[in-house]
């Protein structure tokens, strides 16, 4: 099984996907003279890669993640996270590959405090939301046959910059720390959302599912939990204060959700697999990192 893999090398879910490859998948090199990826905003150049390579999977971890920055950079949130998805989907047709997108749970708007399903209306209120909503559409038009939309949230990992690490380093720094306690979603390791990704390769699952780590909690309940795990492993000397916040104490360009839990269950049904509780994925990173 010939596979692409979009997004820097030094991503965490491309450092996920490569590490949870399976034996039979063989990693296709993208790296050029002048690049040390392809460049997906590159029309040509995905479409030549892809239509002499000839990959019978396409992950897509490549995305604009800049939230706030997005908000006054629209035409290069555009570029990466909906343009560059038509080129990928339609050069994807092209060679009868499938087409795994990642999406976000950005593409919702406010919640009505129920976890959103599948088939839940999107009603973005973000720049990067819309950019992603669009992606959507354009890999379920395109693909439909072939094409799979994975919604995730709060994604990190022990490779690349994320919350967790963030919240380490800070919580060692000053041993205090404040954050948002009335933002409520799902963390996710990369390492779950990747195996995720690999289950789709042998199954006929099109269409739009949602995967992150079981349960709920708040940013500052994650912090808590960062701080306690933590402690007990010795990534962080000394005990710490986490103070609660609210969301108009951090005001940010773009609005976040207070209430973004994605519902899981059909996924795990399609895909025969299920997702650990959150806190019990966060443990066995951290464990990696001590």
């Known amino acids: 099984m010939n596979v692409l893999i979009t997004g820097s090398s030094r991503g965490q879910l491309v450092y996920e996907l490569l590490r949870t490859a399976p034996a039979h998948a063989t990693i296709l090199d993208t790296s050029t003279a002048s690049s040390a990826r392809l460049d997906i905003t590159d029309t040509q150049a995905v479409t030549n890669f892809i239509a002499t390579h000839k990959p019978d999977v396409i992950f897509n971890a490549a995305a604009y993640t800049g939230v706030d920055k997005a908000e006054t950079d629209p035409d290069n949130a555009h570029a990466v996270n909906t343009k560059a998805v038509q080129t990928l989907a339609e050069a994807a047709r092209g060679v009868q590959a499938k087409l795994i997108q990642i999406s976000t749970d950005f593409v919702f708007g406010q919640s009505n405090g129920q976890p959103f399903s599948i088939d839940s209306p999107t009603a973005p209120i973000s720049v990067y939301g819309k950019t992603k909503q669009a992606a959507e559409q354009i890999v379920l038009n395109t693909l439909p046959q072939t094409g799979t939309v994975i919604r995730t949230a709060w994604v990190y990992s022990s490779n690349g910059n994320n919350f967790v690490k963030t919240m380490l380093r800070l919580m ?119």
């Not at 995967?211 to 701080?227: E, H, N, Q």
């Not at 986490?242 to 207070?258: E, F, G, H, I, W």
Request: charged residues 20%; aromatic residues 10%; negative net charge.
């Open 172 to 290: 060692n720094e000053r041993g205090e720390v404040g954050v948002i306690a009335d933002q409520i979603g799902t963390p996710t390791w990369a390492k779950s959302l990747a195996t995720a990704m690999w289950q789709t390769t042998d199954r006929a699952v099109p269409g739009i599912w949602h995967w992150t780590g079981a349960g709920a909690c708040s940013w500052y309940d994650f912090a808590v939990a960062i701080a306690e795990e933590g402690k007990a492993m010795g990534l962080i000397e000394k005990d710490v204060i986490v103070n609660p916040l609210r969301t108009d104490q951090y005001p940010t360009p773009a609005v976040r959700p207070s209430y973004s839990v994605l519902e899981l269950s059909k996924t795990w049904d399609a895909f025969g697999l299920r997702a650990p509780h959150w806190r019990e994925d966060l443990r066995l990173m951290l464990q990696e990192l001590s």
